[in-house]
């Protein structure tokens, strides 16, 4: 499952919000629209400048309307929020000692990307969370990851039933000194889970190994090199360097650079501007290939367009 905000992020410079006020926006006016973009802002609690760039991104991919009421939601709009597949669930009616206040959100079918819940926590945290917990539906049980014995039934299986949560679902409830920081942990941690699933080629063929050398990946390569317009393109392997690309040929063999190793080491899409060398300010997206939760190898474009092609991918994806 991918997220559908990529224009918002079309990469150049990152803008003064991240993908988790992007889904607020969409939330609020499903929620209370039309709503003024002032009132809009306040909800959101980021400045005019980047509620401005938001619905300037809303409404090119035609999600919005502005009304003499306010900013109206669309039933575009309405349908990419739905196929998130992430909602709000009250769980007011059950004691878990997480935070001050609590939220919690039901992620659709996403259990089989959870590993212990640390990495939903850590998400929730950085976000501004104080913590996090996460369940899983599995078995027919509401459980922990990490230990399907807990938590008691007879404290989480009203779940099951008030929310229609069915297995394979996630629940992740973040806890904060305001609601407000706890909605904002546990969604961030929810999309940073739904992202995961469309961040990154799952592939169990043996096309591509962690092991292959700079020769074995040039065809690889010089493919995608052409599919996105001959664009310059660096691509590597976990065990070796790899190659770079440019005009249609390899000009450079044993190649590595570092926002290919920083996409190795997370495992997940990484957008930088280069901070160095030939394409010093230039906008890069990398993506890693995954087999079985491992990254084998990695593949990076220069976008010498400075965001135009990423502007244009986003149109196409309409």
Avoid at 1 to 25: A, E, Q, R, T
């Amino acid at each position: 499952m991918s997220i559908g905000f990529d224009l918002h992020f079309p990469g150049g410079p990152h803008p003064n919000y991240s993908l988790y006020h992007v889904w607020k926006c969409y939330h609020t006016l499903d929620e209370e629209g039309p709503i003024g973009r002032r009132a809009l802002t306040k909800v959101l609690g980021i400045g005019e400048g980047s509620t401005r760039t938001m619905l300037k991104w809303m409404t090119k991919e035609e999600c919005i309307e502005s009304t003499p009421r306010g900013v109206l939601l669309l039933p575009r709009g309405r349908e990419k929020l739905a196929s998130v597949g992430l909602r709000i669930i009250n769980l007011n009616f059950i004691e878990l000692p997480i935070g001050r206040f609590n939220s919690a959100v039901l992620v659709k079918q996403m259990a089989s990307k959870v590993r212990r819940g640390m990495e939903q926590h850590d998400e929730s945290v950085r976000a501004g969370g104080s913590s996090a917990i996460t369940l899983v539906a599995r078995n027919g049980r509401i459980v922990f990851p990490g230990d399907e014995r807990y938590p008691g039934q007879e404290l989480v299986g009203p779940i099951r039933t008030m929310f229609g949560v069915e297995e394979g679902d996630v629940i992740i409830i973040g806890g904060a000194s305001s609601y407000d920081l706890a909605e904002k942990g546990a969604v961030s941690a929810a999309l940073a889970l739904i992202q995961s699933e469309g961040s990154a080629w799952n592939e169990s063929t043996r096309m591509l190994s962690r092991d292959y050398e700079d020769e074995d990946v040039k065809t690889i390569a010089l493919a995608i090199h052409e599919l996105v317009g001959r664009l310059p393109v660096t691509m590597r392997t976990k065990n070796h360097y790899g190659v770079r690309c440019e005009d249609g040929k390899i000009i450079e063999s044993n190649f590595t650079g570092p926002v290919l190793e920083e996409t190795l080491k997370r495992g997940k899409i990484v957008r930088r501007i280069a901070k160095g060398g030939k394409y010093r300010g230039v906008p890069v997206l990398a993506v890693p290939f995954v087999r079985n939760k491992e990254t084998i190898a990695v593949v990076g474009v220069f976008d010498t367009t400075r965001g135009s092609y990423y502007e244009w991918l986003g149109k196409v994806k309409k």
